[in-house]
């Protein structure tokens, strides 16, 4: 059973940074998308970043554009969330999220304090 375990959420005030990882139990190159994901209570889980097998194409939402990268190294099995200039409203428990397969990791909480 291939796993994703999420790491590095924490508590930071706004303005601060936070790097985000995912380690796979299986080779990323499995993943042809690995992707992060957010939810905060009472609200869907909504897409943040995304990356390709190779990390040749990448894609933000729009409110975490500029501030967010995504970035994956599969020689580690890993991807990784850069959080920099964080707001309250990045509050949110993060998700890994690996395709094919629909693989989700069990969440890291994030929060951002004014």
């Known amino acids: 059973q291939v796993q994703l375990v999420e790491s590095g959420g924490g508590l930071v005030q706004a303005g601060g940074s936070l790097r985000l990882s995912c380690t796979a139990s299986?080779?990323?190159?499995?993943?042809?998308?690995l992707e992060w994901f957010r939810q905060t209570p009472g609200k869907e889980r909504e897409f943040v970043a995304g990356?390709?097998?190779?990390?040749?194409?990448?894609r933000y939402a729009d409110s975490i554009k500029g501030r967010f990268t995504i970035s994956r190294d599969n020689a580690k099995n890993m991807v990784y969330l850069q959080m920099n200039n964080l707001k309250p409203e990045d509050t949110a428990v993060y998700y890994c999220?690996?395709?094919?397969?629909?693989?989700w990791g069990q969440g890291t909480q994030v929060t951002v304090s004014s």
């Open positions: 299986a080779p990323t190159i499995s993943f042809v998308f």
């Open positions: 990356t390709t097998l190779y990390g040749s194409s990448t």
């Open positions: 999220h690996g395709q094919p397969g629909e693989y």
